[in-house]
């Protein structure tokens, strides 16, 4: 539910409300000069608490909640929320203040690599009204500025007031700082009075509706972040699926499907999971075709890979595998002298795997293990060679091409094996 503070009876639009006018010129001037006397701004002057959406719960009939987090006093469970949301492939919205950033940076960059959402949440936590305007806006300052300065991150224009506290001057103060969406919530789980995770599951379930906001807490005296795992599995049970406050203001709340404009192609469900969880457009690249029936499997091609739907077959990665597209490409070179198996063991800088009798080393070594390994490359089936005035190195899934010239974190990179294998195909 969306609220204008002076009407708490009707619930509002996603809309930013208009500002109030005042028509007399004359009284506008004797405003601000009043003000100015008093040594506050104008523009503080002329915003209200009307400019101020307070949201207590969005108005929507999609089944989607937002997950929300405190990070307000000692780090907690931070890491653990942050492991869940990854492996369970669920966005964040933490309310951030200033002096647990300062203290936590590391886990403050992690947040918003991985796709969470930060809100202003002052920065130390204290009840905004009992503090006057020129402490709110330089709580609000600080903790804005310290996340700009690790991260890059705007949380401007989104605010939790400590405690829920607040009223006609907190609000006023907030729009004329720049923050219009106040954010409350309508699940609180109390995990932050030691309940346990029986309990706080369960006031989080029985609270769960369309357009819910969550409130947890980060800290060691809440078990809400080893409660996130079963929460999330047993929303999903019922058919929730998770945004954060930014992606609920901003419309970004439909089905699981998404329209990639560079290539005119879709991809949903399972396959967008999967990309979204497992090296996106970096690992997979852009996708190249629809959804489409080939030797009995439902596949979708991508740049860098074929993604394939096996029923049953891997359910913690949504049932997909990726096609044997490295062998493809490299079938009848068996006889070449890079294909050949070799003799070998590890060494400091050489894995030699048994299974396929080939080595990996340095950068390409480097390269696999960090970005999924055997899931998504699969086994080497070459060792390296130069190949077009290329280095490159075959695998299962995949082909690794060395370029020096690229900038660093670029110069090891998969060929375009899907689009090689696509074009390849009769149609």
Known sequence: MIRGKHDWGEEMSLHRAVPRRVSCASLVTALILALVAMGLPAQQALAAPSDVQTIYRFPTDEPVIALTFDCGSDIGYTVQILDTAKEKDVRLTFGMTGAWAQANPDLVRRMVDEGHQLINHSWDHPEFTVIGSA????????????????????????????????????????????????????????????????????????????????????????????????????????????????????????????????????????????????????????????????????????????????????????????????????????????????????????????????????????????????????YPISEEFVENGVTVQYFERQRFEYHPEAPPSWRVMGGLLGRQVLTMQPR
């Open 135 to 378: 402490q709110r806006a330089d709580q609000l300052r600080r903790t804005e500025d310290v996340v700009r300065s690790l991260t890059g991150y705007e949380m401007r224009p989104y605010f939790r007031p400590p405690y829920g506290s607040m009223n006609d001057s907190v609000l006023a103060d907030l729009a004329a700082n720049g923050y219009t969406y106040n954010i409350m919530w309508s699940v609180d789980t109390r995990g932050w009075q030691g309940r346990s995770i029986e309990a706080i599951t369960h006031e989080t379930l029985a609270g769960a509706a369309p357009g819910a906001i969550v409130l947890m807490h980060v800290g060691a005296t809440s078990l809400d972040g080893l409660a996130l795992g079963g929460i999330i599995d047993q929303l999903r049970a019922r058919g929730y699926r998770f945004a954060t406050i930014e992606e609920f203001v901003t419309g970004r709340i439909g089905p699981t499907v998404r329209y990639f404009p560079e290539t005119g192609h879709w991809v949903g469900h399972g396959f967008l999971s999967y990309w979204q969880r497992f090296g996106g457009l970096r690992i997979f690249g852009y996708p190249i075709s629809e959804e489409f029936v080939e030797n009995g499997v439902t596949v979708q091609y991508f740049e860098r890979a074929r993604f394939e739907w096996h029923p049953g077959a891997a359910p913690e990665r949504y049932d997909v595998l990726l096609g044997h597209l490295g062998r493809e490409v490299a079938a009848g070179r068996a006889g070449e002298a890079p294909f050949q198996p070799v003799q070998g063991g590890d060494d400091a800088n050489c894995t030699f795997y048994p299974q396929t009798g080939h080595r990996l080393c340095f950068g390409f070594r480097d390269y696999w293990r960090v970005n999924g390994g055997l899931a998504i490359f699969g």
